[in-house]
């Protein structure tokens, strides 16, 4: 007699999570979308930088992944500038290279440290 009353419910939940199926799996192929250029990257950064980055950029600046690598505990912060847009077309690159700048944390506060061009492929 339990069982009878089992079975029925049983099946109704598995009938409600059959139905339901094709939304969860729209969710959650959502889920590991990014934009590939945002401007949320550079918000991130510190304040020093971001600074530098609107002086050179304005205000409109987007990055992708791996314009700023941060190195030794994020100490030290390289920009790759071949990885960034500006909403006028500023360029950073001249034939196979690109700028790169290098800053450094001392005292609380990030400072540049080193401007250069270098490879693209880097």
């Keep these: 007699m339990r069982y009878t009353r089992f079975l029925p419910i049983a099946a109704g939940v598995l009938l409600l999570l059959l139905v339901d199926q094709p939304t969860t799996f729209a969710r959650g192929s959502q889920v590991g979308h990014e934009d590939p250029w945002n401007s949320e990257r550079i918000d991130r950064l510190p304040p020093e930088v971001r600074s530098a980055i609107t002086r050179m950029c304005g205000n409109a600046a987007q990055a992708a992944h791996y ?25 950073f690159c001249r034939g196979t290279s690109c700028l ?22 880097d």
């Design 100 to 121: 790169r700048q290098e800053y450094i944390s001392t005292g609380g506060h990030y400072r540049l440290i080193r401007s250069y061009y270098g490879r693209d492929d």
């Design 67 to 91: 314009f700023a690598t941060f190195l030794d505990n994020s100490q030290l912060i390289k920009l790759h500038f071949e990885y960034l847009h500006c909403d006028d077309q500023t360029r």
